[in-house]
């Protein structure tokens, strides 16, 4: 007994280091803003104050922040500075007369070396309406898409993956057919000893890049919970290959997200929506589907093909989505907050907003029905704030969100267990 609480208390002082930790992984500096307002949301007229601290070693620090102001992404229009005292100062944002996010940017300049820093706050955020409008014949359009790959019969390989296997999970490549010229990849997650019709089915799909799938079996509770799980890539690249042969592949795709994209029928996304399509209609062929519930979550890129897979297919009862891409990307035309990818100025022609207008998750967003789960941070500049609540008061359906202001482009694990919690509990 002796020698087994000595070996507990040893693991755990080497353990509570990692568990413990109050500072970003082995920083040396600690940025603390925080807001008047809890929440980090003001209404639209009333002044937002910030209590600024700066800690190196986790000594308090002396010196001048010199700070910029600006709308979500968009070129300052207000800058200071400002003298910690101790370590501390306190920041006057202003206001906004219009609904929106202020991000205040923050550097310190400490023996030579910069500090940087931001924190944004929400004004009426509950207001902001995306600028991007349906064009008449939108749903018209992805019905005729949509009929295109699910009259055809499903076509894949599934090949046992024994290395990636363990007591948990029973890990399969798929390589699936979506039409004559395009294939997509996926690992299919069974739980061990899954049994015909006992399992709901989890579509994970990717993140924007092209790039191998990686933390397959990141996630194992969606199996402990007994659900099949598919996450997948969409550019139809195996993701056995040698990671020297993406990179050389990935060079010359990078911009795959502007590919054909003056013209609806012809841009590259096309393909890949309707290969949403055909993932739904291999897990609802799986003889251990329950024949009940099919749930959809997927962050940033994949945050975004989820909403847009519960919109497109009535088969979807449950969706997730974290900080969804593809929202409002137009509106950096008008001079607005737009949604990744970013489009150069130079990419707003009149053809080429039309076809943005057909891939937007905000038009999407108004043709989800089953109950969503939405999750975005404040502090994201990959997938601003405007934009994931342009799609969030978009929605018309049964909705959830969980808001975490501090998070940039991040979920913790603790959110992506709550979210898998969030899908069993509402299993049929």
């Not at 007229?45 to 910029?68: H, N, R, W």
């Amino acid at each position: 007994m002796r020698k087994q609480l000595l070996t507990l208390l040893l693991l755990t002082g080497l353990l509570l280091p990692l568990a413990a930790q109050n500072y970003p992984y082995r920083s040396d500096y600690l940025w603390v803003t925080v807001p008047d307002h809890a929440d980090w949301v003001y209404k639209t007229g009333e002044k937002a104050k910030i209590d600024v601290q700066f800690l190196l070693y986790g000594m308090p620090q002396d010196g001048t922040v010199t700070y910029s102001i600006g709308y979500d992404l968009l070129p300052s229009d207000k800058s200071g500075k400002v003298e910690l005292k101790k370590g501390h100062a306190v920041i006057d944002m202003g206001t906004s007369t219009r609904p929106g996010f202020r991000d205040l940017r923050l550097e310190l300049n400490l023996g030579g070396t910069v500090y940087r820093h931001h924190v944004k706050v929400g004004f009426s955020p509950e207001k902001i309406k995306p600028y991007t409008q349906e064009p008449a014949d939108f749903m018209t359009f992805w019905q005729k898409a949509a009929a295109e790959v699910q009259g055809q019969p499903l076509s894949y390989t599934k090949d046992y993956m024994k290395e990636m296997s363990d007591e948990v999970t029973d890990v399969y490549l798929v390589r699936l057919k979506v039409d004559k010229r395009h294939v997509l990849y996926g690992y299919l997650l069974y739980p061990k000893n899954a049994r015909e019709k006992s399992c709901p089915v989890v579509f994970t799909p990717p993140g924007a890049g092209v790039k191998t799938i990686k933390e397959v079996t990141s996630r194992p509770y969606y199996q402990q919970k007994g659900m099949i799980r598919f996450v997948t890539e969409i550019h139809g690249m195996r993701p056995t290959m040698d990671e020297r042969d993406f990179e050389d592949i990935r060079s010359a795709f990078s911009e795959y997200l502007e590919m054909g994209l003056d013209s609806p029928d012809r841009y590259y996304m096309r393909h890949v929506y309707q290969g949403l399509l055909k993932c739904i209609d291999l897990l609802t062929s799986l003889p251990e589907w329950d024949g009940k519930n099919v749930a959809v979550m997927g962050g940033s890129q994949g945050g975004a093909l989820s909403l847009i897979t519960a919109a497109l297919d009535s088969r979807v009862t449950l969706c997730v989505a974290n900080h969804p891409a593809l929202s409002d990307m137009a509106a950096g035309k008008a001079g607005l907050t737009s949604g990744y990818p970013h489009f150069k100025e130079g990419l707003y022609t009149d053809a080429n907003v039309r076809t943005m207008a057909y891939y937007d998750v905000v038009n999407f967003a108004r043709y989800v029905k089953c109950p969503t789960y939405l999750t975005w941070g404040f502090n994201d500049n990959t997938c601003p704030p405007t934009t994931s609540y342009a799609v969030w008061n978009t929605l018309q359906c049964e909705k959830e969100s969980l808001i975490t202001p501090i998070n940039e482009h991040w979920t913790s694990d603790a959110t992506n267990l709550r979210q898998a919690e969030w899908i069993e509990k509402r299993l049929k």
